[in-house]
């Protein structure tokens, strides 16, 4: 059996489920992590700027643009020159009152609502892969909205590797602690549904992977980086 053929028997996945506690205070611990609120996250959102940075390297002011998990608009900063920006995000609490809405020119809750007649040059994603359950139906889709001379660009944590697991024990999870009491890996093991290495498989398996680079913290070799990337074109 092919690598992707075992991992995509792990598909559709189902997320763990959060007690109460955990759910009453999640959207607004979401959106602070996702704006860098408090120290912890504001240490968590530098680090996280890398993957900003290197993603944005190739811009063309006649692209069209595809972003999944939009979240707060906040990789817009990063994008100076193109013809149309898109996104797929859907929780619309995230980017209601972000003054970068505007540049947006539409908002989608799922790719699957996406025209089979839409195409894009860039399709890119920051931090929202490892979220996706249904990740090989997404990556699939990816494929059909690009251009044929179109790239998909996607940077995520290092998610299964030891220094991403104890950068964010020894940052957000102990902000996360003082302010609620509660432990943190929970609402990771809620959110983060697949590895850097399963994403890896997927990606390979609709596109070939020209590109990947990993952060230069703490050394950018398995298990001592946080985050990488990805830069895919059609097979």
Known sequence: MSEYNIVKKKFPKKKTKLARKYLKIFNQVYKNNRDGKGLFN???KYLES???RTLSYKQDKKDKILEIGGGTLNHLKYEK???EYEVVEPFKALY????H???IKK?????FKIKKIKKYDRIISIFAFEHITDLPKVVEKCKNLLNKKGIL?????????IAF????QFTTALGFKMKYGLDYSKIMEHEHVNTQEEIRVILSNFFTIKKFTRSPFILPIKNFSFYCFFECEKK
């Open 107 to 111: 908002f989608y809750t799922s790719i």
């Open 96 to 99: 209601l009152n972000s003054k």
């Open 50 to 52: 890398w993957a900003h």
């Open 42 to 44: 504001f240490l968590s």
């Open 153 to 161: 660009q996607v940077a995520i944590p290092c998610e299964g590797e």
């Open 81 to 83: 020159f193109y013809k």
């Open 101 to 103: 809405k505007s540049k």
């Open 165 to 168: 697991k104890l950068g964010w």
